[in-house]
């Protein structure tokens, strides 16, 4: 037999929200890397809009898959996955939790915002291990789309910087 | 209006598959690893794009084949327009088509292409069509990275060693006759700009030029200059080079000896 649907609400899904974390960075969750754009409940019916990230990123196809199995996980089947484009996601949106987790993860966050354009000035990058900002860009394109490659002067490590975008 | 605005965005889809596909064959045969990855980054970049740009053209496509009440169309999807048309069918830019040749051809390459599409999508992003501008909204964020890594890239090269200062220019003169294409419009885009839902992209050259001179002469490279006889297109309307056959052959064999194959 099955359970009858749960009262749904718009805390009960940002709530199961907070537990589906981005795959490739998988401390960061949906909420906080700013993903996750609108809840709505609509009779019962829960929309969730997401924005993609970058146009390419592979990870997209994934977190919609996981927001999916998490709701279905607490037993919530009426809902609908809306993707939209525009605005278009900046790192702007990144929550202060959701840079702090980056950093102790051993990312250094966005530095600098999009709005204001500072992000394309020649920006000081702190190490995320050592908090040296004596470090060098290595390639404006890291691990992933998302992130660029740096290298710490002083430890000598090298490190992902998520750019701004 | 209805089959311009397809084309139009057919075009828009093939330019940025056909480029991304181009640079992704770099992946594992970079200069070394972190540029390796830049590019295959940026491929992935206008894969990504290309997908937006061929999920919305497939809503034209099968609105389009309701209305002609056609049962015999199959119903398009992205990958159908990307994996099941034939060359004559690609509306790509010329130079998107182009081998990778070496490292300066292809820096020349996204030099100036990625040139082209940052003031592109920046006109774009106003258009009266609210999936056009969306796609293009997004897209100019990463072209941004694309238009700033490839400059860097032609300074160093341009100013750097004789022989790298030598293989930059050979590069820059070798596409330069590929850049007229960019900004003459095939009649899908006139219709298109007309009706403020594409761009006009004849008001598009001067602007694009003073960027690149710029750059060239950052570089201690020179601007070619203009032969009246020898401007490449073509590729808007689907005349193309054998280079697209080839580059097709190999990313559509899957689809075309296993239709309908998914993992």
């Not at chain 2, 060693?161 to 003459?184: C, G, N, P, V």
Request: net charge negative.
């Amino acid at each position: 037999m099955q359970s009858p649907n749960k009262h749904i609400t718009t805390e009960l899904i940002q709530d199961i929200l907070s537990n589906v974390f981005d795959p490739e960075i998988p401390v960061i969750s949906v909420i906080d890397l700013g993903v996750l754009r609108r809840i709505e409940i609509d009779d019962q019916v829960a929309n969730i809009v997401i924005t993609p990230t970058y146009s390419g990123c592979p990870a997209m196809d994934v977190i919609t898959m996981q927001i999916g199995i998490a709701l279905e996980n607490k037993g919530i089947k009426n809902y609908n996955i809306v993707r939209q484009l525009s605005p278009a996601w900046t790192t702007d949106w990144i929550t202060e939790k959701g840079r702090q987790a980056l950093l102790a993860y051993g990312i250094a966050p966005p530095q600098g915002k999009v709005f204001d354009k500072s992000y394309l000035e020649n920006l000081r990058v702190s190490c995320p291990l050592c908090r040296s900002s004596n470090t060098a860009l290595l390639s404006e394109f890291g691990s992933t789309a998302c992130k660029a490659l740096y290298r710490c002067n002083d430890c000598l490590e090298p490190f992902d910087y998520f750019k701004c975008h | 209006m209805r089959q311009a605005l397809l084309d139009y965005t057919l075009h828009l889809a093939d330019n940025a598959l056909v480029m991304g596909h181009r640079l992704s064959e770099w992946t594992g045969h970079g200069p070394m690893l972190e540029q390796d990855i830049a590019l295959t980054n940026i491929a992935l970049d206008l894969v990504g794009q290309a997908r937006n740009f061929y999920q919305y053209a497939a809503e034209l496509a099968n609105k389009l084949n309701d209305q002609k009440r056609n049962s015999e169309i199959n119903v398009a999807t992205e990958d159908t327009l990307a994996y099941l048309r034939d060359a004559r069918d690609f509306k790509n830019l010329l130079i998107t088509e182009t081998h990778n040749g070496d490292w300066g051809q292809t820096i020349s390459k996204l030099f100036f292409f990625s040139g082209f599409q940052w003031h592109f999508y920046t006109e774009l992003s106003k258009s009266d069509n609210d999936s056009l501008s969306a796609i293009a909204e997004k897209s100019l964020k990463e072209v941004t990275y694309h238009r700033r890594w490839s400059s860097e890239w032609v300074i160093r090269l341009g100013d750097g060693t004789a022989e790298s200062k030598e293989r930059m220019q050979l590069a820059i003169d070798k596409l330069w006759s590929y850049t007229f294409e960019l900004f003459q419009p095939a009649q899908y885009e006139i219709i298109c700009a007309d009706l403020r839902i594409g761009v006009d992209v004849t008001a598009l050259q001067q602007i694009w030029l003073a960027d690149i001179t710029g750059v060239l002469k950052e570089a201690k490279l020179s601007t070619p200059v203009d032969q009246e006889n020898f401007k490449r297109k073509g590729g808007k309307t689907g005349y193309h080079s054998e280079e697209l056959g080839f580059l097709l052959a190999e990313m559509q064999c899957l689809q075309r000896a296993y239709p309908g194959c998914e993992w």
